[in-house]
């Protein structure tokens, strides 16, 4: 079974940069989608970047594209979220998920929760103005 754990939130002023980061404890099967989700208090969750292992396809939620970067370190089973130039509307809890769905569409990329997802525990970033 298949556990992560996010580190690296904290609180960062506008225009500025972290880096998530999510250990992954156990086999994953190489043929699937794992990412990054979001959830602001009064929002609903909010997929944001996935990473397809095996294949190296990554997606992005437009909100984030060509700020925020999905990356692994396969030897040490990390996976990696880097986001800069935040904002403000950044703000959230950050969860890593293994077993999810990505695929593009004509109105950009879509992340997604499955029924099988596995989720860490979370991460807060706070982006202050």
């Known amino acids: 079974q298949v556990q992560l754990e996010e580190s690296g939130g904290g609180s960062v002023q506008g225009g500025g940069s972290l880096r998530l980061s999510c250990r992954v404890s156990?086999?994953?099967?190489?043929?699937?989608?794992v990412g990054w989700f979001r959830q602001a208090p009064g929002k609903e969750r909010e997929g944001v970047a996935g990473?397809?292992?095996?294949?190296?396809?990554?997606f992005y939620a437009n909100s984030v594209k060509g700020r925020f970067t999905i990356s692994q370190n396969s030897y040490e089973n990390t996976l990696y979220l880097q986001m800069n130039r935040l904002t403000p509307e950044d703000t959230a809890m950050y969860y890593c998920?293994?077993?999810?769905?990505?695929?593009?569409?004509?109105?950009?990329?879509?992340?997604?929760?499955?029924?099988?997802?596995?989720w860490g525990q979370g991460t807060q970033v706070t982006v202050s103005s």
């Open positions: 156990g086999s994953m099967r190489h043929n699937q989608c």
């Open positions: 998920a293994a077993d999810i769905y990505c695929f593009s569409l004509d109105a950009g990329d879509s992340i997604a929760a499955r029924s099988s997802t596995t």
């Open positions: 990473l397809f292992l095996g294949r190296g396809t990554t």
